[in-house]
């Protein structure tokens, strides 16, 4: 069974940019199914999602207010990982983010553990 695991900092300061990577293992990110996905949850909110990698190699984003355009999402099929960059970070962007590998549109997610693989998620926190 796929494993994920993500990676980054713990802590950034307001208006740098988050950058956080998920290491795949046991299965590849140019495999023909499965959407590649990063999501977030930040302290009594419902599970949010951010964008994912499509089978085809394509990006998706969340349109919401909330991302406004501050999100990329890239892979590195050598090295079988994605990567999440959030530009002009505030403390509204502190949170559990997760990487996972969906077997459908993350937007369907409504709660951890839904529709696939998930990584154990890692907290960052914005602060000065």
């Known amino acids: 069974q796929v494993q994920l695991q993500e990676s980054g900092p713990g802590l950034v300061k307001p ?5 956080l990577t998920c290491t795949i293992s046991d299965d590849s990110i140019t495999a023909n199914s499965g959407y590649w996905s ?3 949850q930040s302290p009594g909110k419902r599970i949010l999602w951010i964008g994912y990698v499509h089978p085809n190699g394509n990006t998706y984003y969340n349109p919401s207010l909330t ?6 999402i890239s892979r590195d099929t050598s090295k079988n990982h994605f990567t999440l ?6 403390p509204e962007d502190t949170a559990v983010y997760y990487c996972a590998k969906l077997d ?3 937007i ?10 998930w990584g154990q998620g890692t907290q960052v926190t914005v602060s000065s």
Do not use: H, I, M
């Open 38 to 40: 990063w999501l977030r």
């Open 15 to 19: 208006s740098q940019t988050l950058s």
């Open 108 to 117: 369907a997610v409504n709660a951890k553990g839904d529709y696939g693989s």
């Open 85 to 90: 960059q959030l530009t002009s970070v505030n």
């Open 67 to 72: 991302f406004r355009g501050r999100t990329s």
């Open 104 to 106: 459908r549109n993350p």
